[in-house]
């Protein structure tokens, strides 16, 4: 079959971190997001028979404290994925995978199961990670440049999928002898992959390796300039690179029903705690977001992970995403502070209008 995300629909949807607690909301509402098992099935099976196109899941080992210790319970991605696929029929299944803490040929393989198991709708999330007390938790260190090791790291799934016969690889990161990994996966050259990256390298490396990038943006207005970079980028290299992005969502009947909403889990009853302490390491560590976004935009935080908001009624919830895609986006991944509440609503009223505004078949 062909992989969701190289389907027909102009602005492609997608799921976003229901595998963990909170999703990407950090707040102590009652509702919050647990992240059990039971409800990542029944999220993924309403985005399934909506017709959604991807389930992206992050990758967490540690949490960011506070009252919830929010985000510490995370499922792990491959086998959280594999078991989605088993019960779900058309939507596209992401594992999202720290390079320098998952050996290459595990991930091949790893990878492989999944795509066969789901035939042909494997995708992975390439991440090279960005917080030092996750890494501390496995003795690794963060590596310096993380994306020539995820260079090598990709290469090597790549010819462990094509070649007939078992090869070496002698690398600055990997030193392999006779390695071999079957099942090659249902796709060719592997699964459709994406990475989340905001400074230089991390672009350069999916304009090189990667069919997606995912960026964040402050302001819609301003959104084309990450297009414009990834895709001069993705030229250089002789690619086509698919460009998407993250928002988090509030929709309602009405504006000021979704904007109190937001104000009473993004802030009124925000974990603060867990708020500065997100804030200040991703502020120091990683390259995701623009530099005045930390100063200005707290409650983004707060209410996911500092991407952009969706909030109001469906009508405005389509005039905005209307907006990202004429800005050169090809899909968006979608959080929510309650996926299985929230989801059937979304999918039943902003559907429909994506489809008259041609955004979707």
Not at 171 to 199: D, E
Not at 294 to 316: M, N, Q
């Amino acid at each position: 079959m062909t992989h969701p995300l190289k389907g027909a629909n102009r602005l492609k949807l997608g799921v976003f971190s229901a595998n963990a607690d909170g999703g990407l909301a950090i707040t102590d509402v009652p509702e919050r997001w647990k992240a059990g098992w039971d409800d990542n099935l029944s999220a993924a099976q309403i985005a399934d028979r909506a017709g959604l196109e991807f389930f992206l899941p992050i990758a967490r080992w540690a949490g960011f404290g506070g009252k919830n210790q929010v985000r510490e319970w995370s499922f792990e991605t491959f086998t959280w994925a594999a078991a989605l696929a088993a019960s779900t029929q058309q939507i596209g299944l992401f594992m999202t995978v720290h390079v320098p803490l998952v050996h290459p040929l595990y991930a091949a393989k790893a990878m492989a199961t999944v795509d066969h198991v789901s035939h042909g709708r494997a995708g992975l999330n390439i991440v090279c990670g960005w917080n030092p007390k996750e890494f501390a938790m496995f003795g690794t260190p963060l590596v310096e440049k993380g994306y020539d090791q995820a260079a090598e790291w990709i290469e090597i799934i790549e010819r462990a999928y094509a070649s007939e016969e078992p090869f070496d690889f002698d690398g600055s990161y990997y030193k392999l002898k006779g390695a071999v990994s079957r099942p090659a996966s249902l796709q060719s050259p592997r699964p459709v992959t994406m990475n989340a990256a905001f400074g230089g390298p991390g672009r350069d490396f999916a304009a090189a390796h990667c069919d997606y990038l995912f960026t964040t943006f402050t302001e819609i207005e301003a959104a084309g300039s990450h297009v414009e970079d990834i895709r001069a980028r993705a030229d250089k290299a002789g690619r086509d690179v698919g460009v998407y992005t993250v928002c988090h969502v509030v929709c309602r009947e009405t504006q000021a029903e979704a904007d109190a909403y937001y104000e009473r889990y993004a802030v009124a009853l925000a974990d603060h705690a867990a708020v500065d302490i997100h804030m200040a390491g991703k502020k120091e560590f990683s390259q995701s977001h623009d530099a005045a976004a930390y100063d200005r935009y707290r409650k983004r935080f707060a209410g996911g992970a500092g991407s952009y908001p969706l909030v109001g009624t469906p009508e405005k919830i389509v005039e905005d995403m209307a907006s990202i895609s004429a800005k050169g986006y090809a899909g968006i991944a979608l959080s929510f502070v309650n996926y299985t509440q929230e989801l059937p609503y979304f999918c039943d009223r902003v559907l429909p209008l994506l489809r008259q505004a041609g955004l979707r078949q």
